[in-house]
């Protein structure tokens, strides 16, 4: 490090004087010196973890020691923004180059990048790779002014990853180009796989690999099976979350914007996002929700990546995500302040049969359809336990740990049931369709003849004489229908065309026979049905994320509304001037001097000096 800077702890010291922090979180501090002193790296972070101090802070030291400017790759035009905002209210100049900018503010920043006046320049990948900008960094190279690459969300390099994106694939040109540049890759999620296929691609063999925990212990995950799952979801966002900024992700384009209507008729103030939207309307519903409180955001995967909204409360899933990866980087986006927030997700049978279609009807090469096929198995594993939730999570990531206490399953035990022998009768059910007429029913059909239930559809076919029928009218619905869906998870059934008619596969006859057993949750019973008349409060101040007593808490208040003011006037979120945390902990320690004002966790110097004597003011006013 002394090659970087002279002080005694170069990192430290701008951890402090720009951002504001004492010190370095996990492995945040070892990743800081390395990369600074021009290693390679590939860092797996959890979302909230602090991936960007780790590319900031060498950026800053390399540019001081006339390094010249460091180069971030990143996927999505918001997080660029958010991004350079944050670094320009901490004095830091950034910018970026993306197709926002018109063309004398672009050639603005090209001047200022070429002057050597950048510490960090964000721009998408197809943006870097364009001839012009390729000149651009040889120019720097060549003045010895081009200080690091940072690839940002480095899984989207992977086909194997549950985020691919085509344009990545071509940065393995800046290794070729420029060698001597190091290279800093980061991602939050990335399985063997993954993980191998961003080394191969990025060319990172020699680089140095940083595994951070991937606990994130303040969120409460929480599984149910479908029953009504709007009112679910109702119950959920009225019992725990009123008033609170969360996202609630569902499959379809029309399911969002279905989803987002009917929030709204319910008096949930929520906004749909989703690719096929207008691109001003998306970007105006995103600065709505970084920019307001209390927003519900119900979107399809096309949300999210790179939103540093540090307090959103919630993540609700109404539709099943495609592999653990993706549960995991997009249940990330809630309480990336340390908060407690929610990983809330509803999911039934019909979505096993969807992804499970998605999967065997798509154009992929069999090897990537079997690793796909593996990667929801250890889905729906996860959400089928009956043991700890955070435990599975992190052993698919290769993290041991202990049962966490916070997730649905620790918190109430759910009880279970040997759903072999029910196994056994749905097989044999489904093998006497095939008997009678070669004709196959779907689940909804099955399971009207193994309850007994005397339906038309019934008549129709005879399917009252059967052996089989009535032979499961001990067994609810919601438990034959766990039962199927890991019938079809263990890949014991399948799921036929447009109408998911299930039909047996060759392993089938290893349950026939007993030889598999299946040890299953029993469904835990829905809350009284009806409408869920209880009011949502308007304009309900949330609480402050620090228990403080009654005046600490007016001056909170009184806090959160200058914060609001110098927000409209810099056209910033409100968290990129300060964060809760920080607003709450100048509430409780009522400092009264700017000295006093520097030790609270995210003040910087350029913040002390920007809005110090104002904060010092309001605390004085007492709210």
């Given at each position: 490090m002394a090659a970087v800077l002279n002080s005694p702890d170069p990192p430290l010291q701008v951890l402090h004087e720009v951002f504001g922090y004492g010190s370095f979180r996990g492995a945040q501090?070892?990743?800081?010196?390395?990369?600074?002193?021009?290693?390679?790296?590939?860092?797996?972070?959890?979302?909230?973890?602090?991936?960007?101090?780790?590319?900031?802070?060498?950026?800053?030291?390399?540019?001081?020691?006339?390094?010249?400017?460091?180069?971030?790759?990143?996927?999505?035009?918001?997080?660029m923004q958010d991004q350079v905002g944050a670094l320009d209210e901490l004095g830091v100049p950034a910018a970026f180059l993306n197709s926002t900018l018109e063309g004398d503010e672009a050639r603005r920043v090209e001047r200022d990048l070429m002057s050597g006046k950048l510490v960090l320049l964000y721009a998408a990948p197809e943006r870097i790779l364009t001839p012009r900008f390729l000149a651009m960094m040889e120019s720097l190279s060549e003045r010895g002014l081009l200080s690091l690459f940072a690839i940002d969300e480095a899984h989207c390099v992977s086909q194997?990853?549950?985020?691919?994106?085509?344009?990545?694939?071509?940065?393995?040109?800046?290794?070729?180009?420029?060698?001597?540049?190091?290279?800093?890759?980061?991602?939050?999620?990335?399985?063997?796989?993954?993980?191998?296929?961003?080394?191969?691609?990025?060319?990172?063999?020699?680089?140095?690999?940083?595994?951070?925990?991937?606990?994130?212990?303040?969120?409460?995950?929480?599984?149910?099976?479908?029953?009504?799952?709007?009112?679910?979801?109702?119950r959920f966002l009225r019992d725990e979350h009123e008033g609170d900024a969360g996202i609630v992700y569902c499959q379809s384009r029309k399911k969002v914007e279905e989803t987002a209507?009917?929030?709204?008729?319910?008096?949930?103030?929520?906004?749909?996002?989703?690719?096929?939207?207008?691109?001003?309307?998306?970007?105006?519903?995103?600065?709505?929700?970084?920019?307001?409180?209390?927003?519900?955001?119900?979107?399809?995967?096309?949300?999210?990546?790179?939103?540093?909204?540090?307090?959103?409360?919630?993540?609700?899933?109404?539709?099943?995500?495609?592999?653990?990866?993706?549960?995991?980087?997009?249940?990330?986006?809630?309480?990336?302040?340390?908060?407690?927030?929610?990983?809330?997700?509803?999911?039934?049978?019909?979505?096993?049969?969807?992804?499970?279609?998605?999967?065997?009807?798509?154009?992929?090469?069999?090897?990537?359809k079997r690793l796909q096929r593996s990667k929801l198995d250890a889905l729906l594993a996860l959400a089928e336990a009956h043991d700890c939730r955070r435990v599975r999570l992190l052993a698919y990531f290769g993290e041991a740990s202990e049962p966490c206490g916070n997730c649905d399953n620790c918190l109430v035990p759910p009880a279970t049931w040997d759903a072999t022998e029910a196994a056994r009768k749905a097989l044999s059910c489904i093998y006497r369709f095939h008997q009678q007429g070669g004709l196959r029913f779907g689940a909804g059909h099955l399971l009207d003849v193994l309850r007994g239930k005397a339906t038309d559809k019934v008549a129709q076919y005879g399917h009252a004489k059967l052996s089989t029928f009535g032979i499961g009218a001990d067994i609810s619905?919601?438990?034959?229908?766990?039962?199927?869906?890991?019938?079809?998870?263990?890949?014991?059934?399948r799921a036929e065309g447009e109408y998911g008619t299930l039909e047996l596969t060759p392993t089938a006859r290893e349950v026939l026979r007993g030889e598999v057993q299946l040890l299953l949750r029993v469904p835990a019973e829905a809350p009284r049905r009806g409408r869920i008349a209880r009011a949502a409060k308007p304009g309900r101040e949330k609480a402050p994320p620090l228990p403080l007593d009654d005046e600490a808490t007016a001056r909170f208040a009184a806090l959160k509304a200058w914060r609001a003011e110098v927000a409209r006037e810099h056209n910033l979120p409100a968290y990129v001037v300060f964060h809760d945390a920080t607003l709450a902990e100048m509430a409780r320690a009522l400092p009264a001097t700017l000295d006093d004002l520097a030790g609270i966790s995210g003040v910087g110097a350029k913040k002390l000096e920007a809005y110090g004597r104002e904060i010092l003011r309001v605390l004085e006013s007492g709210g």
């Open positions: 501090g070892e990743i800081v010196d390395h990369v600074a002193a021009g290693g390679d790296a590939l860092v797996l972070m959890p979302t909230g973890g602090g991936k960007s101090l780790c590319y900031q802070v060498p950026a800053i030291l390399r540019h001081r020691a006339g390094r010249g400017v460091t180069v971030v790759v990143s996927p999505l035009i918001a997080l194997w990853g549950h985020d691919f994106r085509e344009e990545y694939l071509g940065l393995s040109a800046l290794h070729e180009r420029f060698p001597q540049v190091p290279r800093l890759a980061l991602t939050a999620t990335a399985d063997d796989h993954t993980r191998a296929d961003i080394v191969e691609r990025l060319q990172l063999g020699e680089a140095r690999l940083f595994v951070a925990s991937f606990d994130r212990p303040n969120i409460r995950y929480a599984i149910v099976e479908k029953d009504e799952p709007r009112k679910q979801l109702l209507t009917w929030l709204s008729a319910e008096g949930i103030p929520a906004l749909p996002y989703h690719a096929g939207l207008d691109a001003d309307v998306r970007r105006r519903h995103q600065d709505r929700f970084l920019r307001e409180e209390g927003l519900v955001m119900v979107a399809t995967i096309a949300f999210g990546m790179g939103i540093d909204k540090p307090d959103v409360r919630f993540v609700a899933h109404l539709d099943l995500p495609k592999n653990i990866e993706a549960y995991y980087q997009e249940t990330g986006r809630a309480g990336r302040d340390g908060l407690p927030a929610d990983a809330w997700m509803a999911y039934g049978l019909a979505d096993v049969v969807n992804q499970r279609r998605m999967i065997d009807e798509g154009e992929a090469g069999e090897d990537f619905e919601a438990q034959w229908r766990g039962v199927l869906r890991q019938l079809i998870a263990l890949g014991h059934l």
